[in-house]
């Protein structure tokens, strides 16, 4: 599986971007894809996530300023970012996983850079 995520850049404080993640298979077969973010210096955190059917996930930092929508057509997720802050800043990595009885398989893409600044 190959993830390819775009759209980031440089951003004002409470402004709005939206990230766009095109998948190599159909996004109907995996269990799991949604996005991750990582700040220089921080850990990866987990943002927001369909699982399984159209459940929706999301982190309690993002909640009610972040929208994941998707594509089924063009296999694509997207991530709606608003009201941004510069604790925002960072790079938006694309996730996606097969989850079996005998294991899981997690794929990622390079990701993208989001700056938050004035």
């Known amino acids: 599986v190959q993830l390819q995520a775009s759209g980031g850049g440089l951003v004002q404080p409470g402004g709005s971007l939206r990230l766009s993640c095109a998948a190599s298979?159909?996004?109907?077969?995996?269990?799991?894809m949604g996005w991750y973010r990582q700040a220089p210096g921080k850990e990866r955190e987990w943002v927001a996530s369909?699982?399984?059917?159209?459940?929706?996930m999301y982190a309690d930092t993002v909640k009610g300023r972040f929208t994941i929508s998707r594509d089924n057509a063009k296999n694509t997720v997207y991530l709606d970012l608003n009201s941004l802050k510069p604790e925002g800043t960072a790079v938006y990595l694309c996730?996606?996983?097969?989850?079996?009885?005998?294991?899981?398989?997690?794929?990622w893409g390079k990701g993208t850079q989001v700056t938050v600044s004035s």
């Open positions: 996730n996606a996983a097969y989850i079996r009885k005998s294991g899981s398989m997690h794929y």
């Open positions: 298979v159909s996004i109907l077969s995996l269990n799991v």
């Open positions: 369909f699982t399984s059917g159209d459940s929706i």
